[in-house]
């Protein structure tokens, strides 16, 4: 596609529920990111995906929180057992390589807004 | 360590005013810097970034950034701001080898009519 596409655009789940939110990078991406923004607060980083290597999962915040990244592409974010504080718009992003190595932008979609009540 | 300070929450300015939305980095190597626009409801658009070179990069939409390594700071400026430019701006950092951006906290514009 032309862009990063995320889906849901808004979820409503109930505390204690499990849920998946998903990512479509652009086309030929080797490089995907979830990133999380809580109100008011930057962009945390979560996980990121680089072609064939393992994960980088240093940034999940527990045990509750895992993505994987079938076939090179699709991506998605399963959070179990939520909890109001996982409220947050989580964004995802892909780039070509490596964001940041010699200066890759990455391309973030319009983000999944999560309500956990 | 890699870290990013925005130190403004909010910037006000009279639309046609110029602007300036600052941005301090912290790094052990040479930075890559970015800065990035958000509109409500909207993802993040990519507006400029350092990488090596000219100290002041011109990006979208009329922004340009000056880079400064004394200062380790990478402020956004615009010479007249418009109403629309009104948004969350966030500025990032990277280093090369290292993971992904790191971001700031952002700063909301407000352009006044």
């Known amino acids: 596609g032309a862009g990063v596409s995320q889906s849901p655009s808004n979820k409503v789940t109930e505390k204690g529920k499990d849920v998946e939110l998903r990512c479509d990078p652009i086309s030929g991406h080797t490089a995907l990111y979830w990133y999380r923004q809580s109100l008011g607060q930057g962009l945390e980083f979560l996980i990121y995906f680089q072609g064939n290597s393992a994960p980088d999962k240093s940034g999940l915040p527990s045990d509750r929180f895992s993505a994987e990244r079938t076939g090179g592409s699709v991506s998605t974010l399963t959070i179990q057992r939520t909890q109001q504080e996982d409220s947050a718009v989580y964004l995802c992003a892909s780039s070509p390589r490596l964001a940041g190595s010699a200066g890759t932008e990455a391309f973030f979609g319009q983000g999944t807004r999560l309500t956990v009540v | 360590a890699q870290s990013v300070a925005q130190p403004e929450d909010q910037v006000n300015v009279a639309e046609g005013n110029p602007l300036t939305v600052k941005c301090t980095y912290s790094?052990?190597?040479?930075?890559?810097l970015f800065w990035y626009v958000q509109y409500p409801n909207r993802g993040l658009q990519f507006l400029l970034k350092?990488?090596?070179?000219?100290?002041l990069v011109k990006g979208s939409y009329g922004f340009e950034a000056e880079f400064n390594k004394s200062q380790t700071s990478f402020h956004l400026k615009k010479p007249s701001a418009l109403v629309s430019d009104s948004a969350l701006y966030f500025c990032a950092v990277s280093i090369t080898g290292r993971r992904a951006l790191t971001f700031g906290s952002g700063t909301r514009l407000q352009v006044q009519p």
């Open positions: 790094v052990s190597g040479n930075p890559y």
């Open positions: 350092y990488i090596t070179g000219d100290n």
